[in-house]
């Protein structure tokens, strides 16, 4: 066996079913090894490594399961490293395949071989490995599923010498079998300590106030339907953070709404400020849930909970009433299996009022969305989401870039069926995800039509992949939210009181026209009108299909952020102009 058929034959015992990636001169013989001993796996051509990455990561996201690219030597990895860094910091299992140029060339100025591969991904990776010889394959890729999926996942990079393509090894000499907990995540998730169960018991039945706030550790962990079971359990309201959306029903009682900065909830903010014990399940408590550290406001009865995957990130931005080292879902699990001790002593008040709150914010929601549908004028991205929302009756999986899609999706966006996921890329928040991550979460879940939604500077960066999609013949519905601008950068060059915008408009695109040159069906969008009619057809229509919504510009209104509100001089706890009021 060749080392090319050695680490097909790996991947397929790991059931890997796609690898995405370019092809270059160190790969060649990568391929004829995936059709003569790769079983059903596929190889999923793209335009441009960085997607290849981005499909890969959301199919990992969407799965649970490692997503597989591979690249060929120099560019190859370099083009690839942004959509590494973005699963690493997500806490997403990736593995890199990068092929290298033969290890004889090496220190002899071989093409594309100036770049160190191994050292160009360290600070992007979990681990950074070059395989030196082809026996070393079962093993090296064991290790990378291991070191990929357990502890805090993240992405794994392999650096493989062409030269080891073909390397002849004996049958005997290797085993090839899987490592069977590593081929999904979170693995070996780790338990709490029952000491640390048993005190977050006590300090949730103490609580007057408590919430859960849900983080993108919740999804990681499949802990959605565990966190729901807990809260029922105990009654306790949830919060989530944008990454940790969808872990509970948007539409559950005590599903309270998405706290942070951006395209947050009112009343879920307030939650936050009001609650007496806040648990934090699998957030980092970055910059934008916690508004640059400074929310909630320090009170001193206030305790904090937090647990957390990762021990490093323990107590590193809060003073911790507990800090607990475990996976979300476990710990979820190990509380809901305690017997009851003690009744609970929250406010009969506090889910009531909460709810209340939330009652109001979607009245005056639904007020706003009706407003922006019937007004004349430009385009507003409301109009959009309230269309989108009528329409959101399947599951759908929904991938969005940063601008003026996320905030509105976040703010507006209520997902009726449970099937239904946001993802949205948070690390990096780096442009030009969404496009790509449709086609991952579609070889993830054929039966979910996804949809992509970005702005026209999104768009820009990712367009070479609309063939992709065509060629793939992939259903996805996309929103390009056509402003003719970085958007959100003009914004907040106004925010800040620049006398005038720098460097931030393009010139006008009919982006209709360019999708439709790749093969897709089309329509630019200016009004309400047309809105409805594209809207229809896209969802009617079986194949990819694109709208090109030239939208009203979030640099012309304050859009939905909590820090920029606060600039303007607005207060953002607000619902309809009235505070919330704890009843
Ligand atoms: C790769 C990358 N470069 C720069 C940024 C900084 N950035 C954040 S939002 C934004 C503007 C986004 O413009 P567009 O995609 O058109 O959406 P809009 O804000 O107009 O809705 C930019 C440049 C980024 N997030 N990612």
């Known amino acids: 066996m060749n080392g090319a058929e050695l680490l097909v034959r790996m991947l397929a015992a790991y059931d890997v079913r796609y690898i ?12 004829p090894a995936i059709e003569e001993v790769g079983g059903s796996m596929r190889h999923v051509l793209t335009r441009d490594e960085r997607h290849a990455g981005y499909m890969a990561d959301a199919y990992a996201r969407v799965t649970n399961r490692p997503g597989v690219l591979e690249v060929p030597s120099g560019a190859g990895p370099m083009y690839a490293l942004p959509a590494l860094a973005e699963a690493h910091e997500s806490a997403v299992p990736l593995i890199l395949l990068s092929f290298d140029m033969p290890m004889s060339g090496e220190g002899r100025g071989i093409i594309t071989q100036f770049v160190d591969q191994v050292r160009l991904m360290e600070p992007v990776t979990k681990a950074s490995i070059q395989i030196k ?31 080891i393509l073909h390397e002849h090894v004996a049958r005997e000499q290797i085993s090839l079998h899987a490592e069977k ?58 919060v989530t953070t944008m990454t940790g959306q969808n872990s509970i029903s948007d539409h559950h009682e005590l599903s309270i709404g998405i706290v942070g900065d951006n395209g947050f909830h009112p009343h879920a903010n307030r939650a936050m400020e009001e609650a007496d014990l806040l648990v934090y399940l699998g957030s980092r408590i970055g910059s934008v849930v916690s508004m640059g550290w400074t929310f909630p406001q320090p009170r001193r009865e206030r305790k904090i909970v937090q647990v957390e995957i990762a021990p490093d990130l323990l107590g590193n931005t809060s003073e911790n009433a507990l800090s607990i080292h475990a996976d979300a879902r476990a710990l979820l699990e190990q509380l809901s299996a305690l017997p009851a001790q003690r009744p609970m002593q929250t406010d009969p008040k506090w889910l009531a009022t909460l709810n209340e709150w939330r009652r109001q914010f979607w009245e005056e929601a639904g007020v706003q969305l009706r407003r922006a549908r019937e007004e004349a004028g430009p385009l507003r991205p409301q109009a959009i989401m309230e269309a989108l929302n009528r329409r959101l009756v399947r599951p759908h999986l929904l991938f969005a870039d940063p601008g003026t899609s996320t905030s509105y999706l976040n703010r507006f966006v209520r997902l009726t069926d449970p099937e239904s996921r946001i993802i949205i890329p948070r690390a990096y928040g780096g442009l030009g995800y969404a496009l790509p ?22 768009f820009g960066m990712s367009v070479g992949e609309l063939e992709t999609i065509v060629r793939l013949e992939i259903p996805a519905i996309l929103l390009n939210f056509n402003n003719s601008s970085f958007g959100w950068i003009k914004a907040l060059q106004k925010s800040r009181g620049l006398a005038r915008t720098f460097s931030v408009d393009f010139s006008h ?26 809207m229809d057809a896209a969802f009617a229509h079986q194949g990819p299909v694109f709208l090109d919504l030239v939208v009203e510009s979030v640099a012309d209104v304050v859009p939905p952020v909590y820090s920029w509100l606060r600039q303007a001089g607005q207060e953002p706890l607000t619902v309809a102009g009235r505070p919330l009021v704890l009843g």
């Open 20 to 31: 995405f990636g370019v092809p270059g001169d160190t790969n060649v013989s990568f391929y």
């Open 133 to 163: 010889m082809a026996a070393k394959i079962p093993e090296t890729i064991r290790r990378a599923f291991r070191i990929a999926t357990t502890g805090r996942p993240g992405a794994v990079n392999l650096v493989i010498p062409e030269d």
């Open 509 to 534: 695109q009919d982006a209709a026209q360019i999708a439709q040159g790749f093969g897709l069906r089309a329509m630019r969008v200016r009004t309400v009108a047309e809105l409805e009619a594209a």
């Open 437 to 458: 991550a449709v086609v991952g979460g579609w070889f993830a879940r054929p039966e979910l039509r996804p949809i992509g939604l970005f702005g026209d500077g999104s």
């Open 181 to 238: 907990a590593c081929m999904s995540f979170p693995a070996y998730a780790p338990e709490a300590p029952q000491w640390a169960v048993l005190e977050l018991q006590h300090l949730l039945a103490a609580a007057r106030r408590p919430l859960l706030v849900a983080g993108g550790g919740v999804n990681r962990a499949q802990g959605g339907p565990a966190l729901t079971k807990l809260a029922e359990q105990l009654r306790v309201p949830v």
